[in-house]
């Protein structure tokens, strides 16, 4: 059968992903990073997946699966961890196998790069904590203590950050933990030297331990003290960043998301730096949702981890490095990721530790004053431009030309087009039109106009009402005929279901046979509070409404076929008659031999039209 085919690439068997799923409690695991209250039998919450201020989001605790009725994310314990830590589908069930200590029978190949990983994170964590322990305690890295205090930067938040130091030595980390070669270049904590010994990556550097988003340390970045240089007399790089490799990505990392994680989802709104102090700033200025990139530029990836935490995202760089950022990615990420990007106005030449240090109030206004992304550019433009003559103002005028038409959406654009055009007194149909000619010609993306998605509520509701049935009560699945659902999304949903698998797997399977929208159906009606099981006239009732319903269309399309000639005329007549009967002793006590006869019509007419 198609769905099993994705599987063998992953070397996990259906058997221990059904395991981990079975021992996952859905409501505890989602409970680490959103608050959830018990309503009736579901249990909702703010939605970790949109910014919003009444809940929209249920738990079904017992088939294990989420739904947002805001945003129509979906999911259960394995997507969450995949969404929430942005982990591949096979770590993800790794780490809920660990969490609930099920032993996974993995092929051989995996289950050995899997334990040369966890090698690899153990000797980072214990690098981390070493080189924590020397700038705590060692009597050499009072040069870095002191430098720390000098930036404001206390006992209490190296703790929390768990900084380091690295002593000026070629072997120090080395000789403590006796790292064998495969882990000191698996981890980047250190290498082989031409004399075939072993050498430590960092020297005399301040260590900012890298975590990743779940809290282990994957990588760090080391900061020369201010002065040092090379033994040839010139001045060092001010950072070093562990390399790439096997559990460091840089750009999928953000640097501090681990300890931002809670206030990010808190306040919906992420603030983006250039550096590790920058991060450590905004924490101590009482803002703990800084991140920054290590070491490379904001990119898709990112986002991609940004999105499911935030719907804001400041961008708090030096002004000049704001203005650079590549407008065209950020407002293709903005639409595709559905987040707000905006920078904090930062003094010229100020980075956030500084002004941090110097007026910790005028950090936070910066944030809450930020300004969309295209405002910021525009603004730019405006400063530099020279007011006092026409030329000097039709210069400024061809800028912001430039820089609105880079943004994709022209009801965007013509906001501002009003604005420039004020400030340049320049005529705004002008405007407006060399900014839609630029904008035609230059920009490839697409109009803003999201692509529609499929609403549930839009399906009948007489098969959401049976679907709802069958999904919580699936002893009542009997009651119903695929025949009766009119709907083809409706259909798919409900003949999924009569496999009698776990819901998470037969949405899984839907989704993979590309029925995303039947997956969906089954998503939403399955967070749905069933109440207490119903009695049986009302079930009865539920069939009746949904047989009215499949009977209505069906004789419409009887009375098309008559009418276009493809059926004989005695033949519909006595259909049409015979099915209005049956409908009409619908809950009377013939029903049940009415409900036989119909379910056989619906049937056969469905068959004829699948052949
Ligand atoms: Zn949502």
């Known amino acids: 059968m198609e769905p099993r085919r994705y599987r063998l690439a992953m070397a996990i068997s259906e058997s221990d992903i059904a395991a981990v799923r079975a021992a996952t409690d859905i409501v505890a695991l989602i409970t680490e990073q959103v608050a959830l209250k018990k309503t009736g039998r579901r249990w909702t919450g703010l939605c970790p997946f949109h910014g919003e201020k009444t809940p929209s989001f249920s738990v079904n605790a017992e088939e294990g699966r989420y739904y947002c009725f805001g945003c129509r994310v979906a999911g259960d314990q394995i997507t969450w961890v995949r969404e929430t830590m942005h982990l ?50 060692a009597p050499d890295a009072r040069v870095a203590r002191d430098y720390l205090r000098s930036r404001g930067i206390s006992g209490e938040i190296a703790r929390q950050f768990r900084l380091g130091w690295a002593p000026d030595q070629w072997d120090a980390l080395v000789n403590a ?28 550097r301040l260590i900012f331990p890298i975590f990743d988003p779940s809290g282990k340390a994957i990588a760090m970045g080391g900061r020369v003290m201010p002065g040092a240089t090379r033994p040839d007399g010139t001045p060092q790089a001010k950072y070093k960043n562990s390399p790439e490799t096997p559990i460091y990505s840089k750009r999928r990392t953000l640097y501090a998301l681990n300890w931002a994680k809670d206030d990010v989802i808190r306040t919906g709104e992420i603030i983006v730096c250039e550096g590790y102090t920058d991060v450590i700033a905004f924490f101590g200025a009482g803002m703990p949702r800084a991140v920054a990139t290590c070491g490379t530029a904001l990119g898709e990836e990112h986002f991609r981890a940004m999105r499911n935490f935030a719907k804001r995202i400041v961008l708090a760089y030096d002004a000049d490095q704001a203005g650079q950022s590549a407008a065209a990615s950020v407002y293709q990420w903005e639409r595709q990721h559905e987040v707000d990007v905006a920078v904090a106005r930062l003094p010229r030449g100020t980075d956030p530790a500084e002004l941090a240090q110097r007026d910790p109030v005028a950090l936070a206004q910066s944030v809450a004053d930020a300004v969309p992304f295209l405002q910021f550019r525009l603004e730019r433009v405006l400063e530099l431009a020279d007011f006092a003559t026409p030329e000097g103002r039709a210069r400024a005028g061809e800028r912001a030309i430039e820089v609105l038409a880079e943004h994709p959406s022209e009801l965007v654009r013509d906001q501002y087009v009003m604005q420039v055009a004020d400030r340049l007194r320049l005529d705004v149909a002008m405007l407006r039109a060399r900014v839609a000619d630029v904008a035609r010609g230059e920009t490839r993306i697409a109009p803003i106009v999201a692509p529609p998605r499929p609403a549930a509520g839009r399906l009948p509701r007489p098969g959401i009402e049976a ?81 009215r319903h499949a009977s209505d269309v069906a004789l419409h399309e009887l009375e098309r076929e008559l009418r276009s000639g493809t059926v004989a005329p005695e ?39 699948l052949t």
């Open 88 to 137: 591949d589908f096979v770590d993800a069930v790794r780490l809920l196998a660990d969490r609930a200590s099920i032993e996974l029978h993995e092929d051989a190949n995996a289950s050995k790069e899997r334990k040369e990983r966890q090698r690899l994170f153990e000797a980072m964590e214990r690098a981390v904590d070493w080189y924590h322990h020397r700038l705590l305690e």
């Open 177 to 204: 933990t006796h790292f064998d070669e495969a882990v000191l270049t698996g981890t980047g904590l250190g290498f082989v030297n031409q004399r075939g010994r072993k050498q430590d990556a960092m020297r005399a």
């Open 467 to 547: 679907l709802r049935l069958c999904v919580h009560f699936a002893d009542l699945r009997t009651r119903f005929d695929v025949a009766y659902f009119v709907h083809e999304v409706q259909r798919d949903a409900f003949s999924a279901l009569t496999s009698g698998e776990p819901i998470s797997s037969v949405i899984e399977r839907l989704d993979h046979q590309g029925l995303e929208e039947a997956a969906r159906v089954l998503s939403e009606v399955v967070v749905d509070d069933p109440g207490p099981r119903p009695t049986d006239a009302a079930i009865a009732a539920v069939v009746a409404q949904l047989l």
């Open 571 to 609: 033949v519909a007549v006595t259909v049409i008659r015979d099915v209005k009967e049956r409908l009409a002793l619908l809950g009377s006590d013939q029903g049940e031999s009415a409900e036989a006869s119909l379910r056989e019509w619906l049937a056969g007419r469905l068959a004829a039209q």
